[in-house]
């Protein structure tokens, strides 16, 4: 059976990266056949990012500033690694020509002054297209027999850009058609993480941190036994270990745990990632690239019990929204019309809260996409604003979302009056609170300023408490 190997952003971050990652992967293979997936390189997507933004914005040096920006870290990795020789030229050229396609795509962009969702996503899935042709080479150059693969050839899309979500059916028998006589081969595939491909082929990436839900559809795909995420820290912590520098590893999460965790801000696993794997009964184990001997977590359907928390995560920089009046006394109408508005916009609503009067509906949005919001719902309510109906429409910036996550919470009393009462203790306004929290976690909004008071607060009752 099949395992899936992911190495993000820093295990593939320079050389010394890339051959730590090689050499997990020549120790694995052997014993079983294994397809690697990659990230880009560390910062290569915020960069291109940033060079599609200075090209829309009509910057005329982006695209030659792109071009030797993106290519410098990858010349010099692949040099260190593959210092001379034949493969070394080719491998050169393919990374020479990867950023010749970026660099023109990025001048189109430059003079139509126009990025859309779509060009963006192929401009974005440039940075794996390189790392890919990096670890494949190597790979061979230390005589494990590789192949790159780019996933657009394997993983079939629906046609939502920058969003896009798997077809599992037609990605099956893409998988069985292109890996398939490679594995048997005895060969190690090594594919593109972060995107796939409309079923015209028009390249669409997965969400930003992508490449999980990259590699947990490849592990569906190919009936996987594992799945492994190999990235910078031991596995999943009771904490963002930035913000806890005490906090320690779990040693097993279930699924709908490591979902909740990774929705509400644990950045060490994307939140899609969890689906794919739970419906063919696939453990996901998470390992450190820079420990592989430390145990990790596994994610599976088992949890570790005995806590009735087991971990805190947050998300910064939101913004609360809020639609306020006495005419939302018929809350059902108003609620759909709020969230429709929302809808014909582009942005995520993490938590909706209700005040108890009934008078106002609040919710939570990324601070990027608050003018946005605020725009369509003036639009969609102008008669009421005018009326009176509909009192104001005001938002509040600057908060975060903070999510105490643990199944154990489920049947122990008063772990709520708990939470409120450390944010009390540590005197802590709770903004708001969320409506519809799973059994799972409890949610709330603090203001941005006191989240990392708050998780360490919460850490020190809940976690290092227990
Ligand atoms: P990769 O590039 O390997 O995908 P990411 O940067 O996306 O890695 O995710 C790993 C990072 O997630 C860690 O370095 C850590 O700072 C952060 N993180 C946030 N919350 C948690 C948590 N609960 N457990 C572990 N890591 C976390
Ligand atoms: N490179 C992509 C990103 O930075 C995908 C990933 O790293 O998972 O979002
Ligand atoms: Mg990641």
Known sequence: MTKVMKFGGTSVGDAEAFRRTAAILAHYHPEEPVVAVVSAMSGITNLLLACGAAAVAGDSEAVETARALILAPHRRALTELIPAGERRRRTSAALGSLVDEAARLLYSVYVLRELSPRARDRLVSFGERMSSAILAAYLNEIDVASVQVEADRVIVTDGEF??????????????????????????????????????????????????????????????????WIWTDVDGVMTADPRIVPEARTLAAISYSEATELAYFGAKVIHPKTMYPAEERHIPIWIKNTFAPEATGTRISAESEDGYSAKAIASISGLAVVTVEGRGLIDVSSITTRIFSAVGRTAANVYMISQASSQHSVSFIVDGVDRVTVLAALAEEFREDLRHQRVLSLSDDQDVAILAVVGAGMIGTPGVAGRVFGTMGNEKINVVAIAQGSSELNISFVVKESDVSAAVRALHRVFVAGD
């Open 162 to 227: 920058g969003n896009a979500s798997p077809q599992l059916e037609e990605t099956r028998y893409r998988a069985r058609e292109v890996l398939e006589p490679a594995l048997a081969e005895g060969m190690l595939p090594v594919l593109t993480g972060f995107f796939g491909a409309t079923r015209e082929g028009l390249t669409a990436t997965l969400g930003r941190g992508g490449s999980d839900f990259s590699a947990s559809i490849l592990g569906n795909a190919l009936a996987a036994s594992e799945i």
